[in-house]
């Protein structure tokens, strides 16, 4: 067997185990929140009641993307959604860690930082490559973009918190200017990661563990004819 034929089969082989952890994960992820849906409506904490009824939707929208649009969502991205999910919502609201652990909520912002950062990059990289538009940007403004990116989407958030605690009498600012305040520069400091991490793939060649998953999901897309 020729070593490209080993390659193609080992490559098969991971990406099924990949695959296979991913289902597993999103199954077991989902009872869970079943069982948190049916125990909080016996006893009445509606709060975690709609938190985790909310929860269980946004682990379909990867399923809904991948049907009904030209994007298709490779199973790393969504492994790391799923964990993210279930640290935030499951964890942090449910089992309350925001109020547990201190750092907890510092932690999370700088991972979502991280995430929308390297979101930033997807977005502006692949409408770089597009045929359809004639301007090619330099690393620097697609490093910055998905800096202001992620930045942008962490200030949208803490507006919604302010707006769900202003009007709904809720507490997800916790300790108010402070809380959010950190939130929007451990926000800024997973964001600043991203960017660099980007600016140095671009212009050197430099791979993290994420950016490899970036550029799978890239290939992914283009494999599958997104521009058309």
């Known amino acids: ?17 990949i695959e296979k952890r991913d289902r597993i994960l999103t199954r077991i992820f989902r009872i869970l929140l079943i069982l948190a849906i049916i125990t909080s409506f016996f006893t009445k904490h509606w709060m975690n009641f709609f938190t985790s009824i909310i929860t269980l939707s946004l682990t379909y929208v990867t399923q809904i993307v991948n049907k009904h649009t030209p994007i298709k969502v490779i199973h790393e991205i969504n492994i790391i959604a799923m964990v ?16 547990i652990f201190w750092w907890w909520d510092i932690f999370l912002h700088a991972l979502s930082g991280v995430f929308l950062g390297f979101a930033g990059f ?35 958030w803490e507006i919604y918190e302010f707006i769900m605690d202003s009007f709904f009498g809720m507490s997800m600012q916790k300790s108010g200017l ?41 290939n992914k897309n283009l494999e599958n004819n997104f521009y058309k």
């Open 1 to 17: 067997m020729s070593d490209s034929l080993v390659k193609n089969s080992n490559k098969k082989n991971k990406e099924k185990i």
């Open 84 to 99: 993210f999910l279930f640290a935030a919502n499951f964890l942090g609201e449910i089992f309350e860690f925001y109020y």
């Open 122 to 156: 997807i977005v502006v990289f692949m409408l770089n490559g597009s045929p359809n538009i004639g301007v090619r940007l330099s690393p620097v403004f697609i490093a910055v973009f998905a800096f202001c990116f992620a930045v942008s989407l962490g200030a949208i």
């Open 178 to 218: 402070v809380d959010t305040m950190w939130d929007l520069i451990t926000d800024s400091a997973g964001a600043l990661f991203a960017a660099v991490t980007s600016y140095l793939y671009l212009k050197l060649g430099k791979k993290s563990i994420m950016m490899s998953i970036v550029q799978k999901f890239i």
